[in-house]
C-alpha cells in the first residue's frame, strides 16, 4: 500500500511539474503575459533609475507598485524609461510583452541612477537590471 501511494505521488509530482514548462522548457508558457525588471542596487537611497530594454516588441510598461512612476519612450525594438520612488531590490518594473515565451531574448541595462536628492551616482558599479517572469 505504501509503495502504491510513494508512486502515485511520484506520477503526480512529475506531471504537475511538466504542466509548469511549455515546450521550450524555459518554465513559463507562450503567449501575452507580464514580465518584471528586477533591481540589484548597492545603495539603500535610490530615487531614479534610467534604464534600456532591447529586445522583441513591449506592448506597455508599468510601475512594479503604486509607489513608483515610470516614464518611458519606445523606439523600435529598444525601450528607454526612467522610474522614480524610493527604489530598492527587487521588481520595479512590468512589462506587458505579447509571447512570454521569449523572455530570454530581452535584456536591459541601467543607464544612470540618481540619489534621492537628485544626485547622479559617480559609478553604476554593483548596479544590474535583470528580466524575470
Known sequence: MKRRILSFAMVAALSLGAACYDSTGNGYGGG???LVLRL???HPDDGAVLFE???P???SVAAANGSLRVFTRHEGVRVVGAVVGDLANGAVVTLQVPDRA???GYSARVLEVSDRQSVLRASLAGYA???AP
Open 53 to 55: 530594454v532591447t529586445g
Open 102 to 104: 521569449a523572455a530570454a
Open 32 to 34: 501575452p503575459g507580464t
Open 57 to 59: 516588441p513591449v506592448e
Open 40 to 42: 540589484t542596487t548597492p
Open 129 to 131: 537590471l535583470r528580466v
